[in-house]
């Protein structure tokens, strides 16, 4: 529904010529931003919000996951066009650092991603 809502207020924003997008593109990276944070702070609520009224510690560590990737997604929106390269991969670094206790909580662990034996 979120992302529906910013595709219509781009593609209403691109019929007329006398909006600025930068505004446009900082009041997305907010909303973006807003929902990642409520998501984060109290998965509960926000899940309440899209009736589910009763959720489990997975669900709501699976949303925790995704307003992680939600945070990081409004960062490189925000970010400037000339330090994209760099910013975008510290956003999803900080996105997975993030989600680390959440998909602890799903029961899946950690497995090195490089195999270090010789």
């Known amino acids: 529904m979120l992302t529906r809502f910013i595709a219509v207020v781009y593609l209403a924003a691109s019929v007329t010529s006398s909006v600025n997008f930068d505004n446009l593109n900082t009041a997305a990276a907010a909303v973006v931003a807003a929902n990642g944070a409520s998501g984060f702070i109290t998965p509960s609520?926000?899940?309440?919000?899209w009736g589910m009224t009763s959720t489990?510690?997975?669900?709501?560590?699976?949303?925790?996951?995704?307003?992680?990737w939600q945070l990081a997604a409004a960062a490189v929106l925000l970010a400037p066009v000339e330090s994209l390269s760099s910013s975008g991969p510290y956003a999803a670094a900080a996105a997975i650092l993030l989600s680390i206790p959440s998909i602890e909580t799903i029961g899946e662990t950690q497995?090195?991603?490089?195999?270090?034996?010789?």
């Open 45 to 49: 609520s926000n899940l309440k919000g």
């Open 56 to 68: 489990t510690a997975s669900e709501q560590a699976a949303l925790r996951i995704a307003a992680t």
């Open 111 to 118: 497995k090195p991603k490089a195999n270090c034996e010789r």
